[in-house]
């Protein structure tokens, strides 16, 4: 936007945002305001619309610009325009009145944080502040001195870490005005918490804001008046004895309060007196607690609940570190309290302390301490007992519980809690003690059920010679009644197979248990639970089922008969698969041509009949591919050297029909990629094998890329290099295929935004580029695409995906690493003159793109990768390699935009000394990691 344009028409485009009915017309005025907001204009008609006040909608406009304009774009300001902006700010707020929009004012008070952050000429802005609005504007003043500890937290703002310190250290300083501020708001309080409720959270949320980020010091909080507000508000008290009710947001600002205190302390866990006082006010918060289950307010358990997690999560190391067992620490109570909390007739509620149970089990397993366990033995015990407790079904509940139902989500975490913390009761005596709740008289089925599902939770860790409880439950199950309700079957089902080692030790077991799991896969509702029990004693017992080969076949023939989902088929065809790869070797072409059969027969007839696929039918070729898939995904044949893969001929017949596939679904995307993913797993499969197809595949992927750019074929070339790129004969091919593919690959790379939008392109490209470098060096090093290639990985240095970036690193280390590793081979000398030249003319640049990548454009996570660069250019000339560095470091800004210092020339000097000198990929991912705090 060139011109800055009337307020008139900003005001037009506004109403037309939000109250023109005609779509077109509203998604219209939308973008030309997003184009607005972009341009430099947007900063002073941001602040002629909120001096004009036309209507709510335009000032919440421009408080929203103004607050994203100083957030994202402050480096358009020149310094000297700072003040100005300040005051006018100011002056918006000095207007903020009880009829003011919350949200304009939170915008408001979020732009004036954020400058007070960015601005190191505003000297001292809290006192500023303080002095200003303290007596005439208390909640705008509350607002900021929520809002500006919290922005100084977070990332939204790049302020570089020592403009992040110079700011805390100042917060640290005005602490005490600060302090004295809340008091006075404290007090204002009154008998009457609910008298005025929006005060009092705001005073919690100021205070709670400030604790977090340690602006207010630990060691301040002896005898805190807003602390112990807090705990009265939790206490629902005003005179000790009358009882008052409070609203929910208030008792969850006083908890948010209390929590962040708990979190404060455990990151400074020497302040004992501190810890006592917490202890002992929030031991006092077990009535109210049942005080709430009582009166059915559910919020508010939730909120005790949370305290009581936090506590015990803040004293847990104090509490495991003490290993008397007669005399535990004081703190075990924080325990009994959670579990009081677990007992709660909601699950919800009992969900809020599984972390702590997490944390409880990680520790517990490091220490490694009988002593330690022990102490830990009861509380588990008594926690597995109530999460199966909370695990029953209503008791009129028919049918299974369906995907996606909450309640199912639950007791799948439930399902892993258990498996996570069991070690600390044991799983036999846990197995034992829910087969013993099983034998009670009269047990109804949701408590059955309920305990079968705690049993199958810790089957697997089940010692396979265990003789005494296991044979009665399988035997059980084999028994049960035809009138036994759905869900009880339906879990037995999944317990047999969850007990696969178990069966593995016992073949006289298999059969019974076999023919058991095959009449239940024809049973409505539980095929699904018995296929996933057979694919699990497929698995585990391999060397006892070859001889079932046979009837496993004839049961795939009839599955689709049958009312189970695709995923336990395709389950079941693993199994079953990976029984095949165990069989003698001239048994395997015959059974794997029959599984094999069963999918491309329906493919063909697809093809044949031209029938028009519909999504998750079995007019889907999607359906048999992903089940081709499985099949030779999972069949792995031990061969001897120079032995014929007695798969081949199964993959031989299974590429003529992948291949007409491939061609008859080019357009759909969904497809194809799945029709890649079979020929990739096939080619695994056989591995070098079937180089008859090497030729018609590469040329139809070439073929296909050039129309339609999907990217699986890119990937599906890489694994054509990975299998055959060792082959003299191949490697022409190969990088004839590379050749063809780079024309269409870099049309879609060189559009605007091509690299972001285009990240699995990129992403499968360059893993192609790095097989290739692995696989035939020299011969990928001289071809003359390579200039083209290098230019398009260094300016995808900065795109920030993941995966795609993970390839370019790959690439540029496999690059490096060719000319400095296997000296020994006879083209040693070649690789490297020719990685010398490519760097000589690109490492500058490489170092420079990498280090600019890190700063400005990388998540965190991601910097280990560009770290194993670094260590490769280090080995292959560390004092050129620094230099480069060097100058990377130096075209780094020293002072931001408005006089922010992002980085000193020590601290820079710092990292280049760490990157340079380190051998190991952990410790440049550190030193980067440390150079990105700096601007960010």
């Known amino acids: 936007m060139d011109q800055k344009p009337t307020l008139e028409v900003v005001l037009l485009a506004v109403s037309s945002l939000y109250n023109n009915p005609n779509t077109v017309e509203n998604e219209r005025a939308s973008l030309w305001l997003e184009d607005l907001q972009k341009s430099v204009h947007a900063w002073t008609i941001a602040d002629e619309l909120l001096h004009f006040k036309r209507n709510l909608e335009s000032c919440y406009f421009a408080a929203q610009t103004m607050r994203t304009k100083i957030q994202q774009c402050f480096y358009e300001l020149p310094i000297e325009a700072h003040t100005s902006l300040r005051d006018s700010l100011l002056e918006h707020i000095s207007q903020i009145n009880e009829n003011t929009n919350t949200v304009i004012v939170t915008q408001l008070c979020l732009a004036l944080a954020d400058l007070a952050l960015q601005m190191p000429t505003w000297n001292q802005p809290i006192y500023d502040l303080v002095n200003k609005f303290s007596h005439t504007h208390t909640w705008p003043l509350l607002e900021i001195l929520t809002v500006l500890p919290e922005e100084l937290d977070s990332r939204s703002v790049r302020l570089g870490e020592n403009r992040r310190k110079e700011m805390l250290d100042s917060l640290k300083l005005c602490s005490p005005t600060v302090n004295e501020f809340l008091k006075h708001c404290a007090n204002g309080f009154g008998e009457d918490f609910n008298e005025n409720i929006q005060a009092n959270i705001k005073t919690l949320r100021c205070f709670t804001s400030w604790v977090s980020v340690n602006a207010i010091s630990v060691d301040s909080l002896n005898d805190n008046i807003v602390i112990a507000k807090a705990f009265d508000i939790l206490n629902q008290r005003f005179d000790g004895q009358k009882m008052q009710p409070v609203t929910r947001s208030l008792h969850e600002s006083a908890t948010d309060c209390i929590c962040t205190l708990l979190q404060c302390l455990e990151d400074n866990n020497n302040h004992q007196g501190l810890e006592m006082y917490l202890f002992n006010k929030i031991l006092m918060l077990e009535v109210p607690y049942h005080l709430s289950v009582a009166n059915e307010d559910q919020e508010k358990s939730l909120n005790y609940c949370r305290i009581f997690t936090e506590l015990g999560e803040t004293l847990l190391s104090k509490i495991i570190a003490h290993e008397d067992e007669k005399n535990p620490h004081f703190a075990l109570k924080a325990l009994d309290l959670v579990l009081m909390c677990v007992g709660h007739h909601d699950y919800e509620v009992a969900e809020v302390t599984f972390n702590l149970w997490y944390l409880l089990s990680e520790e ?25 407790r909370h695990c029953q079904m209503e008791p009129d509940h028919e049918g299974l519980l369906e995907d996606g139902d909450d309640f199912k989500d639950f007791r799948l975490k439930v399902s892993d809690l258990i498996k996570d913390v069991v070690f600390i009761v044991g799983s036999s005596n846990c197995f034992r003690q829910m087969f013993v709740n099983l034998q009670f008289p009269g047990i109804a089925w949701d408590s059955s059920e309920a305990f079968l599902y705690v049993m199958q939770a810790v089957a697997k860790n089940i010692l396979p010679s265990e003789n005494e409880i296991v044979p009665k439950v399988v035997e059980a199950i084999l028994n049960l009644p035809e009138n036994t309700h759905i869900a009880v079957r339906y879990t037995s089902v999944l317990l047999l197979g969850e007990l696969c080692e178990w069966v593995e030790e016992h073949p006289a077991s298999l059969d019974p248990i076999l023919n058991f799991l095959v009449c239940c896969l024809s049973q409505p509702g539980i095929g699904a639970a018995s296929a996933t029990a057979l694919q699990n004693i497929c698995a585990a017992c391999n060397d006892h089922m070859p001889r079932h080969i046979p009837i496993l076949l004839q049961l795939l023939q009839q599955i689709d008969s049958l009312s189970i989902a695709n995923n336990a088929v395709i389950g079941l065809l693993k199994g079953v698969a990976a029984i095949v790869g165990c069989m003698p070797h001239n048994e395997i072409p015959t059974a794997l041509h029959e599984l094999c059969l069963l999918q491309t027969n329906p493919l063909c007839q697809i093809l044949e009949q031209n029938i028009t696929p519909t999504r998750g039918t079995k007019s889907d ?23 014929s893969n007695p798969c081949k001929a199964a993959a031989i017949e299974a590429w003529p029909v992948l291949s007409h596939v491939m061609d008859k679904y080019q357009n759909d995307l969904r497809i194809t990629e799945r029709c890649c993913r079979s020929l990739r797993f096939m080619l695994r499969c056989v591995s070098q094998q ?45 990088l004839e295929m590379l050749k063809a593919f780079i024309t269409p690959t870099f049309n879609i790379l060189q559009e605007d935004n091509g690299l972001r939008n285009h990240p699995d392109t990129v992403d499968d490209f360059f893993r192609l580029c790095a097989r290739l470098l692995q696989r035939a060096p020299v011969e990928f090093l001289e071809c003359d695409s390579l200039p083209a290639i290098l230019q398009c990985s260094l300016l995808a240095c900065s795109l920030d995906h993941k995966e795609a970036n993970t390839s370019v690193m790959k690439f540029f280390y496999d690059l490096i690493n060719t000319g400095h590793t296997s000296k020994q081979q006879g083209d040693y000398e070649k690789r490297k003159e020719i990685v010398q030249a490519i760097l000589k003319e690109n490492g500058q640049q490489l170092v420079t793109n990498l280090i600019h990548s890190c700063v400005f454009y990388l998540h965190s996570y991601m910097l280990t990768e560009v770290a194993d660069v670094f260590v490769e250019l280090m080995q292959i000339n560390r004092d050129v390699a620094g230099e480069w560095l060097r100058v990377a470091l130096e075209s780094l800004p020293k002072q931001g935009q408005g006089g922010i210092v992002t980085a000193t020339p020590e601290q820079l000097q710092t990292v280049f000394i760490s990157i340079t000198r380190s051998d190991t990929s952990k410790s440049v991912t550190h030193a980067l990691k440390d150079l990105t705090r700096l601007y960010r």
């Open 364 to 388: 517990l397993y490091h220490k490694n301490s009988t002593k330690s366990t022990n102490v830990f033995k009861p509380y588990v015990e008594r926690l597995i007992t109530a999460l199966a």
């Open 621 to 643: 070729p999607v359906l048999w591919l992903d089940r081709l898939s499985s099949i030779f995904r999972n069949v792995c044949v031990r061969l001897s050297e120079g032995e």
């Open 690 to 734: 079937v180089t008859q197809i090497l030729q018609p595949l590469t040329s139809q992927i070439v073929r296909l890329y050039s129309t339609h750019q999907h990217s699986c074929f890119l990937y599906l070339g890489s694994i054509l290099v990975d299998e055959y790129g060792t082959d003299s004969q191949c490697i022409g091919g190969l």
